[in-house]
């Protein structure tokens, strides 16, 4: 083997791993964003459960009371 294909092989080589690290990357790059989706809708759906749990009857007539307790001591 001569130095210049020794070269040029270790040209190929480095140009390899460069595209292979770029493409991998890439589909890094849109793993992020499907994680970010799938914590939104987790975050969205904990809170469509928090509100219902709010808006039931029983939390809404405690809550009623623990803020009208609150407002009577700082009057």
């Known amino acids: 083997m001569s130095r210049r294909t020794v070269r040029l092989g270790a040209r190929l080589h480095s140009r390899w791993l460069q595209l292979a690290t770029t ?20 975050a969205v759906a904990f809170a469509v ?23 009577s001591v700082a009057s």
């Open 23 to 42: 493409r991998a990357e890439r589909r890094e790059a849109g793993m992020t964003t499907a994680e970010y989706a799938v914590g939104t809708l987790a």
């Open 49 to 71: 459960v928090l509100m219902a749990v709010v808006k039931s009857g029983a939390v809404k007539t405690a809550l009623t009371g623990i803020i009208q307790s609150a407002l």
